[in-house]
C-alpha cells in the first residue's frame, strides 16, 4: 500500500526534532530547474459505468532545462523489481481544472506524481550551451533540456502518490514508498521496507494512477479545460521556483465511444489559478519571510467579489496549496460584527459530502474548518464561497496548518475580506409582502451614483424615512421602528414597480465627512400589522463616508 502522511511522520519522528530547527537543504543560489514548455494532453482510456458516469485518464508533456550553473541530480527511482530505488531526481505534479459557473475548480483527483528516471542531454531550450554530466542520466546538465512525453509521464513505473512528497522540500523517502512496498502491498509490510523496488504494474487498468477525472466533470464544458504541471526539485530555493509551475489550455471530447484530448493556447509560467479571468492572486507562508526552509511552504488565494445585489456581495475565494507540506486545517476571514453572512459553501477534489469543511460565522470570522481528517494537501484547489452586505476591502486570511512541522501555526495570506461595512441592518420588518431595504454599494465620499434599494410586492406605495438618531420602538410581531422623528423628517413616498423594486439616490459629495443616518420605510401593503394601517421596512444604519467596520 501506499505510505500515506501519518505514516510518513511516524517513519520521520526520529530525526523530527532537529528539523524544527533548521530543515534547509538549500543546493544554492544557482541550483535552478525550470519548465519551458508543456503540451501534448492526450487520453488513455476509460473505466466504470457507461458514459458520463465513467472515469477518463490523462496526461501531458513537459519539457524542462537547467538554466542554472549546477547540475541537477537526476537519481532514479527504480524501474524494474529487485531494484534500487533512489529519492533524488525531480517529480512532477499535476492538476486539471475548468470554469463552472465562474467558479474555477479542480476536477482531477489528487493525482500521482511522476518520479523522472533519466535525464537527456538535449540542446538547451535555456541559453547557452550544454554541458553533459560525467555520468549519463543521472544528473540534468548546466544549460542542457530535457523534455517527458506523455508517454513516460503516463507509465505507472514511475507513478507514485502525492502524499510521500515533501513539497517544499522536494524529499521523498528511498526506503518505505509506494514503490518498495508494491500494490498490493506485501503481506508483511512494513517487512521488508528495504528501499528495493516491489512493485509491478502489470494488470492495471487503463486509468489507475494516471491523472483521473470522473465524466461527469466533463459534461458542458469539455473546452473549457486547463491543466497545470509543476516540477519540484530537492534543494531548490524557493526564490528559484517561478519558473517552476505552468498551465495551458487544453479539451477533451467525447467520441461516442471513447476520449480525445487536444492542446490548446499557450502554456505561461505561474499557477493554474492565473487561468481564472479577474481573480486578485496572492500568497503566503507559515514563516516570517518565506525565503527559507525554516518555513513549511505556501498557499495562494485567488478572489472575486461581485455585486451588491439585493445589498449583498458574493465572495468566491479558490485556495491552492501550492507547496506546503504540513496542509491546510482552516480557512478563516475577518468579518464584521453584525453582518449578514448566507450561502456559505464549500468544494473540495472528492465526492464525499461526509468530509466537507464547516462553516461557521462567530467571533468576528467567517470560518471553514476540516473537521473529518480532509486537510489542504498540495498540489490541489479549494472553493470558498458566501454572501454579505460587508463591502470587500483589502485584509488577511488565515490557514492553519493541519500537522506538526516547522514554521509557524498559521500561514496568513493577504487578500480581498469582507471589511467595509457601509450600512448595519436593523431587524424589524413586518407586513405581507415584506419590505426590504438595502444598498446598493458603498456611501464613500465622491459617489454620486449611491442609492437605497427598495424591494416589495409589485405596485406597493412605501413612505420613507430618515433620522439621525435611533430610537426602539416595538410593536408587536416582530415589527420594530428605529428612527426617532424628532430627529428626522419623510424623504418621500415611492411606489415599487410591476416587478417590486424601488431605488432612492442619495448622492454622496466628494465632501462628504463621516455620517451615521437611519432610514426606515412605512409600506402600504394589504396585510397591515402596524395598527391596522401600514407594514414596516428593516431599518439601516449607513454609514456615510466611512471605512471599516461599524
Known amino acids: 500500500m501506499p505510505m500515506n502522511r501519518s505514516t510518513r511522520l511516524v517513519l520521520s519522528a526520529a530525526v523530527l526534532g532537529a ?12 541550483y535552478d530547474g525550470a519548465l519551458t514548455d508543456i503540451s501534448s494532453a492526450r ?7 457507461a458514459y458520463p458516469n465513467g472515469e477518463v485518464s490523462i496526461s501531458f508533456q513537459n519539457q524542462l532545462c537547467n538554466p542554472g550553473t549546477i547540475p541537477i541530480e537526476w537519481r532514479a527511482p527504480g524501474g524494474s523489481v529487485g531494484s534500487t530505488i533512489l529519492s533524488d531526481h525531480p517529480k512532477f505534479g499535476f492538476l486539471v481544472a475548468r470554469e463552472v459557473g465562474g467558479r474555477l475548480v479542480q476536477i482531477s483527483d489528487w493525482s500521482y506524481c511522476k518520479h523522472a528516471f533519466y535525464a537527456l542531454a538535449s540542446p538547451s531550450t535555456c541559453t547557452g550551451t550544454c554541458v553533459p554530466p560525467a555520468v549519463a542520466g543521472t544528473q540534468l546538465g548546466v544549460k542542457c533540456s530535457d523534455i517527458y512525453s506523455n508517454s513516460n509521464n503516463a507509465s505507472r513505473t ?15 523517502p528511498a526506503t518505505g514508498n ?14 521488508p521496507a528495504d528501499g528495493i523496488r516491489s512493485l509491478n504494474t502489470t ?11 470522473r465524466e461527469q466533470d466533463l459534461v458542458g464544458a469539455t473546452s473549457q479545460l486547463f ?3 509543476h516540477v519540484i526539485h530537492e534543494g531548490e530555493r524557493v526564490e528559484n521556483r517561478a519558473n517552476n509551475v505552468m498551465s495551458r489550455p487544453f479539451g477533451l471530447t467525447w467520441g461516442g465511444s471513447s476520449w480525445t484530448a487536444s492542446t490548446s493556447g499557450t502554456a505561461t509560467l505561474g499557477s493554474i489559478l492565473t487561468r481564472w479571468p479577474g481573480a486578485t492572486i496572492t500568497s503566503g507562508s507559515n514563516g516570517g519571510t518565506g525565503t527559507h526552509f525554516d518555513d513549511d511552504g505556501r498557499f495562494l488565494v485567488a478572489v472575486k467579489v461581485s455585486g451588491p445585489v439585493g445589498g449583498m456581495w458574493h465572495y468566491e475565494y479558490v485556495v491552492q496549496n501550492l507547496d506546503n507540506d504540513r496542509g491546510g486545517a482552516s480557512f478563516r476571514l475577518p468579518i464584521c460584527d453584525g453582518a449578514r453572512v448566507s450561502n456559505l459553501g464549500f468544494r473540495d477534489i472528492d465526492q464525499n459530502p461526509l468530509n466537507d469543511w464547516l462553516p461557521t460565522v462567530a467571533n468576528g470570522e467567517i470560518t471553514f474548518t476540516d473537521g473529518a481528517g480532509n486537510p489542504h494537501n498540495w498540489n490541489t484547489l479549494y472553493n470558498f464561497w458566501f454572501d454579505c452586505d460587508v ?40 407586513g405581507t409582502p415584506t419590505t426590504d431595504l438595502e444598498v446598493n454599494g458603498v456611501p464613500a465620499a465622491g459617489n454620486l451614483a449611491f442609492a437605497l434599494e427598495v424591494q416589495s410586492g409589485p405596485n406597493v406605495p412605501v413612505l420613507l424615512f430618515f433620522s439621525g438618531a435611533e430610537v426602539s420602538v416595538p410593536f408587536g410581531g416582530g ?39 437611519w432610514f426606515q420605510g412605512a409600506s402600504f401593503v394589504p396585510a397591515p400589522p402596524v395598527l391596522g394601517l401600514v407594514g414596516l421596512s428593516n431599518a439601516l444604519q449607513v454609514r456615510f463616508a466611512s471605512s471599516g467596520c461599524n
Do not use: M
Not at 43 to 49: E, F, H, Q, T, V
Not at 203 to 213: Q, S, W
Not at 402 to 409: I, S, V
Open 19 to 30: 528539523s524544527l530547527l533548521a530543515q534547509s537543504n538549500e543546493r544554492g543560489a544557482n
Open 43 to 49: 487520453a488513455w482510456g476509460r473505466r466504470g459505468l
Open 158 to 172: 514511475y507513478l507514485g502518490p502525492p502524499a510521500e512528497i515533501n513539497p517544499w522540500l522536494g524529499s521523498w
Open 178 to 191: 509506494y514503490f518498495d512496498v508494491g500494490d498490493p502491498a506485501q503481506s508483511n509490510f512494513p517487512q
Open 203 to 213: 494488470g492495471f487498468d487503463n486509468v489507475k494512477n494516471r491523472v483521473t477525472i
Open 227 to 229: 491543466f497545470q504541471i
Open 391 to 430: 463591502a470587500p476591502t483589502a485584509g488577511n486570511a488565515s490557514i492553519d496548518q493541519a500537522r506538526p512541522g516547522p514554521g509557524a501555526l498559521t500561514v496568513t495570506v493577504p487578500t480581498t475580506v469582507p471589511g467595509h461595512q457601509p450600512a448595519l441592518w436593523l431587524a424589524g420588518a413586518c
Open 479 to 517: 415589527c420594530e421602528w428605529h428612527l426617532d422623528l424628532a430627529a428626522g423628517a419623510p424623504v418621500g413616498l415611492l411606489v415599487t414597480d410591476g416587478n417590486g423594486p424601488a431605488t432612492v439616490p442619495i448622492p454622496v459629495n466628494a465632501g462628504q465627512t463621516p455620517a451615521d443616518l
